[in-house]
């Protein structure tokens, strides 16, 4: 059962917008889109179904996030959600690479830049939590 803290809260709700995300690009996009890239051009296609795989793997992060939350109180919540803005901008890219495929910015330096913010931002809270 979900607890209703702060923390659920907003888990439910960056779910929800992936979901609805999905469910709203799913209508305009083509029957093929980008599932891979290799530097900024498509290296593979898959069903305009593959939309909804951010939301099912932010969905099966949750549990396991709240199993490692009894072990690593501390970091579990940062991690989920750079996780989960990681998979956000993971379907944005899909959509806007099926209207725009000359986009000439590879998928790797956002995921990166997320990645960088998250662990400077769990360093920032244990430094907090230290002294």
């Known amino acids: 059962m979900i607890k209703k803290d702060k923390?659920?809260?907003c888990e439910i709700i960056s779910i929800s917008v992936m979901a609805v995300f999905a469910v709203i690009?799913?209508?305009i996009l083509p029957y093929n889109i980008a599932i891979q890239w290799n530097g900024t051009?498509?290296?593979?296609y898959g069903?305009?179904?593959?939309?909804f795989l951010?939301?099912?793997?932010?969905?099966?992060?949750?549990?396991?996030?709240?199993?490692?939350?009894?072990r690593f109180m501390t970091f579990s919540t940062i991690v989920l959600f750079t996780?989960?803005?990681?998979?956000?901008?993971?379907?944005?890219y899909m959509v806007v690479f099926?209207?725009?495929?000359?986009?000439?910015?590879?998928?790797?330096?956002?995921i990166i830049i997320e990645a960088v913010l998250g662990a400077v931002a769990?360093?920032?809270?244990?430094?907090?939590k230290r002294g």
Do not use: D, H, R
């Not at 951010?54 to 009894?70: D, H, K, R, S």
């Not at 996780?83 to 944005?92: A, G, K, R, Y």
């Open 7 to 9: 923390k659920s809260i």
């Open 25 to 27: 690009s799913f209508f």
């Open 98 to 110: 099926s209207f725009y495929p000359n986009i000439q910015i590879p998928i790797s330096v956002p």
């Open 54 to 70: 951010p939301v099912v793997i932010g969905l099966m992060l949750i549990p396991l996030m709240n199993y490692f939350e009894n």
């Open 41 to 44: 051009q498509a290296s593979s």
């Open 122 to 128: 769990c360093g920032i809270y244990a430094l907090k």
């Open 83 to 92: 996780l989960l803005i990681v998979l956000f901008t993971c379907q944005i």
């Open 47 to 51: 069903s305009k179904w593959f939309i």
